[in-house]
Nanobody
Framework: QVQLQESGPGLVKPSQTLSLTCIVS??????????WSWIRQPPGKGLEWMGV???????YYSPSLKSRTSISRDTSKNQFTLQLSSVTPEDTAVYYC??????????????WGQGTQVTVSS
């Protein structure tokens, strides 16, 4: 079965770029009809969808984050990456990668990573 694992620093300084990688096993990120998303959950708040990269490599972003967000992939490593620039303490959250086939409601993903805590602090 498909498994996802987030990897990256747990602490980022304000104004720097947050970079996380989602390591995918048990399935290919180029599998037809699968979409690969980044979602975050700030402390005490709900889930926030950040963006997605599709099986063809096309990307879509949350309007509130699109100016700072970039999602890319490395098909040879079967990984996809989140970059969030100009971070502030408000970007502190648990960050998840997840995947779905585009047939369910928002956040109804087929697969989730375990999540990784990222704290923005000096």
């Amino acid at each position: 079965q498909v498994q996802l694992q987030e990897s990256g620093p747990g602490l980022v300084k304000p104004s720097q770029t947050l970079s996380l990688t989602c390591i995918v096993s048990g399935g290919s990120i180029t599998t037809n009809y699968y979409w690969w998303s980044w979602i975050r959950q700030p402390p005490g708040k709900g889930l926030e969808w950040m963006g997605v990269i599709g099986y063809t490599g096309n990307t879509y972003y949350s309007p509130s984050l699109k100016s700072r967000t970039s999602i890319s992939r490395d098909t040879s490593k079967n990984q996809f990456t989140l970059q969030l620039s100009s971070v502030t303490p408000e970007d502190t959250a648990v960050y998840y990668c997840a995947s779905d086939r585009g047939v369910g409601k928002l956040y109804e993903y087929d697969y989730w990573g375990q999540g990784t805590q990222v704290t923005v602090s000096s």
